[in-house]
C-alpha cells in the first residue's frame, strides 16, 4: 500500500443537469474504476435553501466491507437525500469498482473523484460524510484536500502549507463529517479490532475477506504510512468538521472521538450519541436526518 497526496482525477463524461438517479464509473488519479450513484435532492420546493442541484451535496463514504448497493448506505443516502442530493460509491475493492482495498490510504483517491464528479455534476458546495474507514478517509481527504490559492487559479500548480497539500479544487471539501472513525492506525484494543487485523494482515484473513466479506484486500503493507486520523483532524480547518461516536462502539472506545476533536480544536463539533453502536449499521433515522440537516447548515 502507497501513500498518495494529490494527482488528477479522470470521470465519466455525464449531462451538467439530470432529473434523477445516474449510475456511471470514474476513474481515480491511480487508474482505479470506482462505481458511483447520484441521487437528485428529494426535498419538495423551498424545504432546503441550499438544495437546489447546483447547492449542496453530500458525497456518502461507507466502512469497510460495505459498498454502494448494501441497505445500510442506501438507507443513509435515502435520508440525505430529503436534504441535499447525494453522492454513493464503493471503495476500491468493494461492490462493483475495481482495484483491491488498501484500508484507507489509496482511498482519499476514490473519495476525490467521487466529490470532482459532484461539482462537474454542478454542485457549489460538498459535504464528505465518512462511516469508520469511511470516517478516517473523509478526515485524510479534508487535510489534504483544498481549494487552491487565489495566486494558483490560472496556473492550476499546488503548493504545501502546514503540512497541507493544497490540490485542484475541484476535489475539495466544504464540510466533513466523521462518523464511527478511528482516531489512531493500527489499534488493536478491541476484539473486533483485533478480528479485522487477522483478515486484513494473514492470506487466510484475506481469502475470508474476498469470498465471505466480499471485499478485496491488498496484501501489502502501507509504505509510507499514511497521515493519521487525528494529524489530519487538525489540518481540516476552516471547513467545518463534525465529529459522531456511539458510546456503544464495540470497535473504538470514547478517547478516539475525544482525541479528534481535541486535535481539531474550536474547529470542529462532537456528538456523542447515547446508545449506538458502529457506523452506518448503527446510525438510525434519526441521527442520520440530524447529520443532513447539520450538513446543509453548517
Same mark, same amino acid.
Not at 474547529?267 to 450538513?295: C, F, S, V
Given at each position: 500500500?502507497?501513500?498518495?497526496?494529490?494527482g488528477?482525477?479522470?470521470?465519466?463524461?455525464v449531462?451538467?443537469?439530470?432529473?434523477?438517479p445516474?449510475?456511471?464509473?470514474?476513474?481515480t488519479?491511480?487508474g482505479?474504476?470506482?462505481?458511483?450513484?447520484?441521487?437528485p435532492?428529494?426535498?419538495?420546493?423551498?424545504?432546503v435553501?441550499?438544495?437546489s442541484f447546483?447547492?449542496?451535496?453530500i458525497?456518502l463514504?461507507? !466502512?469497510?466491507?460495505?459498498s454502494? /448497493?448494501?441497505p445500510a448506505?442506501?438507507? #443513509? &443516502?435515502? +435520508?440525505?437525500?430529503? %436534504?441535499?442530493?447525494?453522492?454513493?460509491f464503493?471503495?476500491?475493492?468493494?461492490?462493483?469498482?475495481? !482495484?483491491r482495498s488498501?484500508v484507507? /490510504?489509496r482511498e482519499?483517491?476514490d473519495? #476525490? &473523484?467521487? +466529490?470532482?464528479?459532484? %461539482?462537474?455534476?454542478?454542485h457549489r458546495r460538498i459535504?464528505?460524510?465518512?462511516?469508520?474507514m469511511? !470516517?478516517?478517509v473523509v478526515?485524510?481527504?479534508g487535510?489534504?484536500?483544498?481549494?487552491r490559492?487565489a495566486d494558483e487559479?490560472?496556473?492550476?500548480g499546488?503548493?504545501?502549507?502546514e503540512?497541507r497539500?493544497?490540490?485542484?479544487s475541484?476535489?475539495?471539501?466544504?464540510?466533513?463529517?466523521?462518523v464511527?472513525?478511528?482516531?489512531?492506525?493500527?489499534?488493536?484494543g478491541?476484539a473486533?479490532?483485533r478480528?479485522l487485523h487477522?483478515?486484513v494482515t494473514r492470506?487466510?484473513g484475506?481469502?475470508?475477506g474476498r469470498y465471505?466479506?466480499?471485499?478485496?484486500i491488498?496484501?501489502?503493507?502501507?509504505?509510507?504510512?499514511p497521515?493519521s486520523?487525528?494529524?489530519?483532524?487538525?489540518?481540516?480547518?476552516?471547513a467545518?468538521l463534525?465529529i459522531?461516536h456511539?458510546?456503544?462502539?464495540?470497535y473504538f472506545p470514547?478517547d478516539?472521538?475525544?482525541?479528534l476533536?481535541?486535535?481539531?480544536?474550536?474547529?470542529?463539533?462532537?456528538w456523542?450519541?447515547?446508545?449506538?453502536g458502529?457506523?452506518?449499521?448503527?446510525a438510525?433515522e434519526?441521527l442520520l436526518t440530524r447529520?443532513?440537516?447539520?450538513a446543509?447548515?453548517?
Amino acid at each position: 500500500m502507497s501513500s498518495v497526496s494529490e494527482g488528477r482525477f479522470r470521470s465519466i463524461a455525464v449531462p451538467s443537469i439530470t432529473p434523477g438517479p445516474l449510475r456511471t464509473a470514474l476513474r481515480t488519479d491511480d487508474g482505479v474504476r470506482i462505481e458511483a450513484v447520484y441521487e437528485p435532492c428529494a426535498a419538495g420546493a423551498g424545504a432546503v435553501a441550499e438544495s437546489s442541484f447546483d447547492g449542496t451535496a453530500i458525497v456518502l463514504a461507507h !466502512g469497510f466491507t460495505g459498498s454502494v /448497493d448494501r441497505p445500510a448506505v442506501r438507507r #443513509a &443516502a435515502r +435520508v440525505f437525500a430529503g %436534504r441535499a442530493a447525494v453522492v454513493t460509491f464503493s471503495f476500491r475493492g468493494h461492490g462493483g469498482s475495481g !482495484g483491491r482495498s488498501t484500508v484507507g /490510504d489509496r482511498e482519499v483517491l476514490d473519495l #476525490a &473523484a467521487a +466529490v470532482t464528479w459532484a %461539482r462537474e455534476l454542478g454542485h457549489r458546495r460538498i459535504v464528505t460524510v465518512g462511516f469508520s474507514m469511511g !470516517g478516517s478517509v473523509v478526515l485524510r481527504h479534508g487535510a489534504l484536500y483544498a481549494g487552491r490559492p487565489a495566486d494558483e487559479a490560472e496556473t492550476g500548480g499546488t503548493a504545501d502549507r502546514e503540512g497541507r497539500t493544497r490540490a485542484r479544487s475541484k476535489a475539495h471539501a466544504d464540510a466533513v463529517v466523521a462518523v464511527s472513525a478511528p482516531a489512531r492506525w493500527f489499534y488493536r484494543g478491541t476484539a473486533p479490532m483485533r478480528r479485522l487485523h487477522w483478515v486484513v494482515t494473514r492470506p487466510m484473513g484475506r481469502m475470508v475477506g474476498r469470498y465471505g466479506l466480499h471485499t478485496r484486500i491488498d496484501r501489502s503493507a502501507w509504505d509510507p504510512v499514511p497521515l493519521s486520523p487525528v494529524e489530519a483532524a487538525g489540518l481540516i480547518a476552516p471547513a467545518p468538521l463534525l465529529i459522531v461516536h456511539g458510546d456503544r462502539d464495540p470497535y473504538f472506545p470514547l478517547d478516539h472521538p475525544r482525541s479528534l476533536a481535541d486535535a481539531a480544536g474550536d474547529g470542529a463539533e462532537l456528538w456523542l450519541e447515547r446508545g449506538m453502536g458502529h457506523a452506518e449499521n448503527a446510525a438510525d433515522e434519526t441521527l442520520l436526518t440530524r447529520i443532513g440537516d447539520w450538513a446543509v447548515t453548517a
